[in-house]
């Protein structure tokens, strides 16, 4: 029984301290947490100088930038379609900003932008090749279907119901490739602003 005792009484200390703990870094999670605010507010395309709060933030000016480089990293991904680059555009501006003290910034930036442009361009080439495959077989298809019914039949290579599957793959692949390319990128960033 002792021995209970003795370890609740450790587990009880255990928590005193961690919350202790918690009291004292709960200021570092608030500049996180401002700095990431401050982030999509900027994406939100409010007008924000991130050199000016990163300076009037005094002591919490790490945690700050922490949560702002975060922030914009997090948005720096692969696009759907040319579009919704532009949020990946406006991030990679921020982070050029903030990071204006390191030359190796902007070649970094430049060639994310090409790695995200070259992916929106492979993925369509992609996409037109699946199609080009698939409308072969849709031919056979509507010729097939034409004999049966007697009425000429127009098919969408979308519509064969490999088409989806085999479409998914190779996203599934292309991204991964794109994908790794970006992240490597955006580690060396986060490591070169928040050093």
């Known amino acids: 029984m002792a021995e209970i005792r003795s370890t609740m009484e450790m587990v009880l200390e255990r928590a005193a301290k961690m919350s202790e703990g918690a009291t004292e870094s709960g200021s570092g999670e608030d500049a996180v947490k ?3 605010k401050l982030a999509a507010r900027y994406l939100g395309n409010e007008d924000i100088d991130f050199l000016r709060e990163l300076e009037s933030a005094g002591k919490s000016k790490g945690e700050m930038l922490r949560g702002i480089v ?7 991904v692969l696009p ?5 680059q532009a949020v990946a555009e406006k991030a990679m501006q921020g982070l050029i900003t903030i990071g204006s003290s390191s030359p190796d910034l902007i070649s970094i ?15 369509e080439q992609l996409r037109r090749q699946l199609e080009d495959n698939f409308r072969q077989q ?10 049966q019914t007697g ?45």
């Not at 759907?80 to 919704?84: A, M, P, S």
């Not at 930036?109 to 993925?123: A, P």
């Not at 955006?186 to 070169?192: A, L």
């Open 80 to 84: 759907r379609e040319k579009e919704n």
């Open 34 to 36: 401002k700095g990431m």
């Open 138 to 147: 849709m031919g056979m298809m509507e010729d097939n279907l034409t004999q």
């Open 109 to 123: 930036f430049s060639e994310m932008k090409n790695i995200l442009d070259r992916y929106l361009e492979h993925k």
């Open 151 to 195: 009425m000429a039949i127009k098919l969408e290579p979308s519509q064969h119901p490999k088409f989806a599957e085999e479409w998914q793959r190779l996203k599934t692949e292309l991204n991964d490739q794109y994908g790794q390319a970006i992240d490597q990128h955006k580690n060396y960033i986060k490591q070169i602003l928040t050093a």
């Open 70 to 76: 975060t922030s914009l990293l997090r948005n720096i």
